[in-house]
Structures are given as C-alpha cells and as structure tokens.
C-alpha cells in the first residue's frame, strides 16, 4: 500500500518571519487585552475576545494561502510517486488558492472549494475485440422500483432513466458495442414513479457460441479462432446485475429469433396498481371496473397524446380484478387493481385509477364509465386529475415462444436484495402503524351534548368518541383533496380530438414552413 502523501508548507525565510511576527503580535495583544479588562464590563471582554479570534482567523488564512508543496513517497512497488498522483493515480489537478483546479482535458466530479461544480470523471473502457464473438438475439426479463428514476426510457434531459443505466451496463461489461448497432426494442414505456416486474427488452448481445438459436453469425473466422469458451453462454443476468444499481434487476433471459421484437410480439400486458382500502366501497368498483372490459375508445381515459402521432384510441382490455393482497383491519388492507390487455394508451391505468377512486368513495355513480366510453355523448373529456403514478406496476409481458431461463444463484442474489429493501420498508410501515393505533387510545377532553367541554379532568380515548377515520388513500389522487365534490359532467372540458389534431396539423405546417 502506498504511503500517505504528506503536505509541507513551502515559504520564503521573510514569509516566515511575517507570519512569526503576526503570531507574536496577537499574542503580546491578548496578554495586554486581558490586563487591561480587569473590572471592566461583561461586555467589554466579549468585544475584546471577538476581536482576538479575528486577528487569529486573519493569521490562520494566512497561513493557508501559502503555497502547498508535496513531499515525495514510495509508491506501491516502492518507486517514489510524482505530484500528478497526489489525488489517486491518473490525477490531473494543481493546487490554487481557491482549491482544487482541473487541468484542461480531464474532468472530474465533485465540487471545488470555491464551490463550483466540476465534470464528471470519465473511466476509459479497455479496447475489445468484438470481431472474435459473434452476436445472438436475446430477450432481458427486468424488474425494477421506479420510485426515485425519470420512467423507463431514455431522455435528453437527465440520465436517471432505466433505460440509461441498462445501456451503461451493457457497453460497461462489453455485451454490445452501442445502442445504435444492438438492434433494440422495449416492451412498454413505464412513466416516472412507475415500477416493473415483469418488462422485457430485446437486442443482439456478444455470444460464446459458433451457432444456435438466435445466434448471428459472422462472415469471417474471428470467433472460430478465439480462444476460451465456445460452447457454454455468457450468464447475461450475472453480467449485469454486478453493475446495475439495486433498484434494477435482471431477472432471466431467452434466445429469440432474429426478427423478434419485445414491443410488437407482445401478445398481452398486465399492470397492478396498489391501493389501501380506507373508506372505499370495494364491491361497487368491482362493479364499476367491469365496464371497462372489452373494446373501447378510451380518450376519456387518458391523456391524447396527439403531438406524436397517436389519433386511434380503441384498446382492448381482456379483463380486470380488484383482489385483496393482505388481511388488515382499520382500513389498512392493501388491494391491487390488475387489468390485462394488449395495449395501453398514455395514462390510461393511472386515469381509470382515478375514476374508479371517485366511484369507490361514493362521488360518482359506476355509471359514469359507461358515459365516459359513450364517445358520442360524450366526445370531450371532463377535467379530472389522474391517480399517481408510484403505485403502478408493469406485472407481465406475455409472448409466444419466449422460455425464459433463471439461473439458482443469481435468482437467490437478486431475492436478497429485494428482501434487504423490503426489511427497510416494512420496518418504516410498522413504525407508521404503531404511531396510528397510539394516537387513536390518546385522551381528548370529553364533550358536552351542547358541544362544550366538561372540565380539564373529563378525558376520554380518542377513539370512543369517534368512528375510524378512513383516509388512508386521499393522497393517491392527484392534486389538492376536496371536501366538497363537483360532479365530472358538470366540469369544464378539454379539446375534442378533431380540434387536436386540427390545431396540431396547423403547427406542423408552420413549423415546415419555416425551416424552409
């Protein structure tokens, strides 16, 4: 190991001399300061003390604006190390009064002294060979909590999407060269906040074998004459897990065909969406979500999103179920709503969510479903906010001809480390839980029947007094909570489709204009 590098102050003789004579100065000052503060006030002393510390403060910045230099010592195989690598090894900075300065052309991450920010560090990728390795394409089956990423796919303006940590994965164990020649396609497209068990990416990964099910081979010799294994498989899972942050998983892959794609093979698609009970009607939303199996237009029951071509709202939904997943009393019992079809339209989970919250808690009928899907009587949808998103899950992906293999181990790392975070949520949630039924037993003052109050030594539990409060899912509707309720056809109402794609045909013809 590498001696520690050690910091001496290097300075002229007349430097020293200036700093000594300061350091004598505030010294020869506090002895007379302090003499002289004999019988003074309380006050006096304070101001001299304060004006001590900024003659000692004044001394102290001195000192540290002197130049630093760095005394050299044995490497790791005992050659003496050079300044360059006073910071680790490859360090390219220089010391300045202000702090760590970086030299041009490396970047570092982090923030100087002087408190700006300073490039992220940029680790060089060994050169590799993918001429010796022929391609195969494969199918990625992924979970993840999508609580704390900006959605699934790529985005220019942060890097804090699944899709960019995969893609960092993959070029980092060297399975694909770029995103560009990996002849990619994703399932669906998960908002922020939304997690996945069940996503499935596909795209050409670098192979051990000669040949196989959807192995593409080269034209030319290289992987026939590479040494090492041809006839067992790079345990893509393993691979990747060892450097995807925690919250990413990939659970299991299969060898497709060369044509297939994950987005357009896929037969079905199931999301949940997890809810508390609270003072919701469970029985008549069971009720209500049956309206919605079938083939319908659903721009009610979504966000149109016209601006990128989409002006067919007719989905198919094979069926729904809201099931119970645990036993709690006191309006803590967790449901899910699942809902499986073949495709799904922007939004569309989380605003059927939304309705069926308002039918659950008795503001609207079920039969405003049947409203809402009526696009003739109701060709514009009522403004209306949507469920939010951290609750939903993209559960399955169904297709054909898709084995997906697991490995024992890697199953068992990954069930670890979804049970360390579970620990640490559940641990969170019992501590809620146990605050809630502690205040429910604190005393309040009793009342009188004329509402008054019978004396500071009438105290009764909260809870005798009152009926459970069921409030446990007001915050999973967006936006402010309102007592009072105004009915959705009532409410003003957005655009109609053909006046979208009207004012969307016209801004597509300025815009052509006049980049011509």
């Given at each position: 190991m590498a001696a520690p590098t050690q910091h001496v102050f290097s300075a002229t003789d007349s430097e020293i001399k200036k700093l000594d004579g300061m350091e004598t100065s505030v010294r020869t000052s506090d002895q007379q300061e302090i003499s002289q503060n004999?019988?003074?006030?309380?006050?006096?002393?304070?101001?001299?003390?304060?004006?001590?510390?900024?003659?000692?403060t004044a001394l102290q910045k001195?000192?540290?604006?002197?130049?630093?230099?760095?005394?050299?010592?044995?490497?790791?195989?005992?050659n003496p190390s050079s300044s360059q690598d006073q910071e680790g090894a490859g360090s390219s900075k220089k010391r300045t009064a202000q702090g760590w300065e970086q030299i041009e052309g490396t970047s570092f991450s982090g923030l100087r002294s002087d408190g700006k920010k300073k490039g992220k560090k940029v680790k060089k990728l060994k050169t590799f060979d993918f001429t010796r390795y022929n391609k195969r394409h494969v199918a990625l089956l992924i979970a993840y909590l999508g609580w704390?990423?900006?959605?699934?796919?790529?985005?220019?303006?942060?890097e804090n999407t699944i899709e960019a940590h995969l893609f960092d994965g993959l070029i980092k164990t060297r399975l694909i060269e770029s995103r560009e020649t990996s002849n990619y396609s994703r399932c669906g497209r998960t908002d922020k906040g939304v997690s996945a068990f069940g996503q499935v990416i596909a795209l050409d990964l670098r192979s051990n074998l000669l040949e196989g099910h959807g192995v593409i081979q080269r034209s030319d010799n290289g992987p026939s004459e590479r040494p090492g294994e041809k006839n067992v498989e790079i345990d893509y899972p393993r691979y990747l897990n060892r450097v995807l942050p925690e919250q990413i998983r990939v659970l299991a892959w299969s060898p497709v065909n060369v044509n297939f794609s994950a987005r357009f093979d896929c037969r079905h698609r199931t999301y949940k969406y997890f809810f508390p009970k609270g003072d919701l009607d469970i029985e008549i939303m069971q009720e209500?979500?049956?309206k919605l199996v079938g083939q319908h237009d659903?721009?009610?029951?979504?966000?149109?999103?016209?601006?990128?071509?989409?002006?067919?709202?007719?989905?198919?939904?094979?069926?729904?179920?809201?099931s119970p997943v645990d036993e709690r009393p006191g309006g803590y019992q967790m449901y899910t709503f699942q809902v499986r079809g073949q495709a799904f339209l922007y939004h569309q989970v989380r605003c059927m969510m939304a309705i069926l919250f308002l039918i659950g808690q008795h503001r609207e009928k079920p039969e405003i479903l049947d409203r809402l899907l009526d696009i003739e009587k109701q060709?514009?949808?009522?403004?209306?906010?949507?469920?939010?998103?951290?609750?939903?899950?993209?559960?399955n992906c169904e297709f054909d001809g898709v084995n997906w293999m697991y490995d024992k181990d890697e199953l068992e790392v990954n069930m670890k480390k979804l049970q360390t975070m579970w620990c640490n949520y559940a641990i969170k949630a019992s501590t809620l839980t146990t605050m809630l039924n502690d205040l429910v037993k604190r005393p309040i003052p009793c009342q009188a029947k004329d509402n008054t109050s019978q004396g500071e030594s009438d105290v009764t539990p909260w809870s005798s007094t009152n009926s459970p409060l069921?409030?446990?899912n007001a915050s999973l509707i967006m936006g402010t909570?309102?007592?009072?309720?105004?009915?959705?056809?009532?409410?003003?109402?957005?655009?109609?489709?053909?006046?979208?794609?009207?004012?969307?045909?016209?801004?597509?013809?300025?815009?052509?204009s006049a980049n011509t």
């Open positions: 004999d019988g003074k006030s309380k006050q006096d002393l304070l101001d001299t003390i304060q004006k001590l510390q900024g003659q000692l001195a000192q540290e604006s002197m130049p630093v230099k760095t005394s050299l010592s044995a490497g790791q195989d005992g704390d990423y900006h959605g699934f796919a790529s985005q220019i303006t942060t209500a979500a049956q659903f721009r009610n029951l979504c966000k149109m999103d016209v601006a990128n071509g989409v002006v067919n709202f007719v989905r198919r939904i094979l069926d729904v179920e809201i060709p514009c949808k009522p403004q209306y906010s949507m469920a939010v998103d951290y609750p939903l899950v993209l559960y069921l409030k446990q909570y309102h007592k009072t309720h105004k009915p959705l056809l009532e409410r003003p109402v957005a655009d109609s489709l053909e006046d979208r794609i009207k004012h969307y045909s016209k801004k597509f013809k300025m815009d052509d």
